[in-house]
């Protein structure tokens, strides 16, 4: 039983260990150049699905985009750069 417990300490410790990494590595992405040339369908497909289903360029008029942009840049956390971007694609796509 003792030899049992010991196994099962480590074993939880491993677990430990290798999520704790793998958290760790996922949180350590710096932003780098490559993100700043990320075109707006792109950021589109990467931030706006996040949260909810991306809702299709031609559910709303441009104004209606540059609004949605506005809100939804304080929700993903975005820059001006990115929204700018994503409310682009948006109304070009429509
Ligand atoms: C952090 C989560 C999150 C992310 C990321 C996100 N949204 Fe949203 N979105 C929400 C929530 C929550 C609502 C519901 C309205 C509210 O509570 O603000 C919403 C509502 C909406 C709506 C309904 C109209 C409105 O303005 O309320 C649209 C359209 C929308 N999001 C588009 C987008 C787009 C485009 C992006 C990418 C730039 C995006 N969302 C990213 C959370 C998010």
Redesign the pocket.
Known sequence: MKKFNLLYKVSFALILLFSSVTLFSLNSCAPSKAVAAKSGVQL?SE??Q???N??SPA??SPEIWE???L???T??L?TDKE?EK?VEF?KASR
Do not use: D, K
């Open positions: 589109w931030n706006c996040r949260c909810h991306t809702p559910t709303f609004t949605v942009g809100h939804m840049q929700r993903a975005i929204r994503i948006l």
